[in-house]
């Protein structure tokens, strides 16, 4: 009996140190958390004061999950509680993004900057589907020269369409029973040409400047806001490397880069 007695006080105290030591663990993870959450709190401050909006509080639309965590008590570690947002609105359906940032500048009718478009956009109910709006915006606004004009740095206007002027038409001299027909003079808008796929991509490659997976760089691309019109990308984009071994080099299977 004594022994048994023994034994069982020998593993309480084993239990007993084990849950003390994680409780220990516990609270210095949650510590760090705490330290993180302060660092994260300055340097949103600090982007918000370089780019001229509030950079999480802006986004009311794609507002980030919060996370409560509790205290821990002696050797008790209760549940981290997870709350989920869900986007009040949805994106214009039928529309890219290229498409509504045109439409949007055009109706505001003078130039913004590539924050205050996000800020504007996302106040107007748009929901952006990239992380990181601001820098999609930049990469969409800067691949995109011919529709949008840049008026000074970091600020850009749409581009107006030219028109041909209509050229002057020669009178001739006719006789007083003939009456002269004026001729018809045509108006052409020119069209404005959108970057093909290839150039697209080829552009996005040297931008990284590093060798990439198909799936890596249709999967980037659209995390930086292209809309590919395939339904299945990464078979098309698989098809266009091997057509243009000129501009796509393969340094390894399945891996190019941009020449």
Known sequence: MIQIRDELRKRQLAITGDFKSRAEKAEKILGEIEACETKLSSLNDALSAVLGIGVI???????????????????KVKAVEITTVKPAVNPTAGMSLKDSVRDFLDKAGKPMKIAEIVQSMQQAGHVFKASKPVLAMRFLIYNNK??????????????????????????????????????????????????????????????????????????????????????????????????????????????????
Do not use: C, W
């Not at 639309?61 to 002696?74: N, R």
């Not at 290839?198 to 490659?205: A, C, G, H, L, Y």
């Not at 390894?252 to 020449?259: I, S």
């Open 57 to 75: 509080t802006a986004a009311a639309a794609a507002k980030v999950p919060k996370v409560k965590v509790a205290k821990v008590k002696s050797a």
């Open 146 to 259: 011919k529709m949008f004009k840049k008026v000074k740095p970091g600020t850009f206007a749409v581009m107006a369409a030219k028109v041909p002027e209509a050229k002057a038409v020669k009178v001739i001299k006719v006789s007083k029973t003939a009456k002269a027909k004026p001729a018809a003079v045509k108006s052409v808008a020119n069209k404005v040409e959108a970057p093909t796929l290839k150039d697209s991509v080829r552009e996005f490659m040297l931008k990284a400047g590093k060798p990439m997976k198909i799936a890596e760089i249709v999967k980037a691309m659209q995390k930086a806001g292209h809309v590919f019109e395939s339904k299945k990308p990464v078979p098309a984009m698989s098809k266009l490397m091997y057509n243009h071994a000129k501009v796509f080099k393969r340094v390894k299977p399945g891996t190019f880069k941009a020449v």
